[in-house]
């Protein structure tokens, strides 16, 4: 069984890795050009396959571990939905894959807030965590089923879906990358890379807004 749970992690650390260096290479390269597309198509596999093999090694003998499951499922949840944000490029509703993406991972973030109030009374730190990311996903969560009420609201509006979900797998990437690969595994390890990852993306979020802003104002 442990050379079983050992081959695993290393499939997952190699497709992290995968992830981690086509992430950071897709918001070097121009955005929207080929190489952008390209990187960002081996990123979602890289990422999605990463974290769909930690979800059972986290349940493991020796690995049992309730956060990172929970982490797993949060990033495919911005991997896949970051993903189906492209396709509201040419549809005008989202269908029943879409609400059921976010529609579980509602449900998990109320779990990891949950369950993180019940870690405050443990006097457990870990629940700073699941508080955190718990609230995280369940603003990410709601702000999607607003979206589906109208999607095209906004011109842009799948643009910045996309943005956010996908910069928000790569922190995970690189979140992962310092606990697991560099070894630190305090809380300011795993807030650092989320607080600098969320600067970038409204940095980049209220650039996609103003360049939008500008193109309907000179037509």
């Known amino acids: 069984m442990e050379d079983i749970i050992k081959i695993a992690i290393y499939i997952h650390a190699f497709f992290g890795g995968i992830g981690l260096i086509t992430g950071i290479a897709s918001i070097i390269v121009k955005k929207g050009s080929k190489n952008h597309k390209r990187m960002g198509k081996l990123f979602s596999i890289g990422m999605f396959t990463s974290s769909l093999i930690s979800v059972p090694i986290s349940w493991m003998p020796n690995h049992e571990n309730l956060f990172l499951f929970v982490i797993g499922v949060f990033t495919m949840y911005l991997v896949l939905s970051g993903n189906r944000a492209l396709t509201f490029k040419n549809k005008a509703q989202a269908n029943w894959i879409d609400k059921s993406i976010s529609g ?12 993180g109030i019940y870690l405050i009374f443990k006097s457990n730190t870990t629940s700073v965590l699941f508080l955190f990311f718990g609230v995280f996903g369940l603003r990410l969560t709601c702000i999607d089923f607003k979206f589906f009420k109208n999607p ?41 890379p989320t607080l600098l990852g969320t600067i970038y993306i409204v940095y980049w979020k209220r650039k996609t807004k103003a360049k939008m802003l500008n193109k309907q104002t000179a037509n």
């Open 152 to 192: 095209q609201n906004s011109k842009n509006a799948w643009l910045i879906a996309h943005l956010i979900k996908m910069n928000g797998a790569l922190i995970a990437s690189i979140t992962a990358f310092v606990i697991a690969g560099v070894g630190i595994s305090n809380l300011i390890a795993w807030l650092t």
């Open 104 to 115: 579980i991972m509602l449900l998990f973030s109320i779990f990891m807030m949950v369950f």
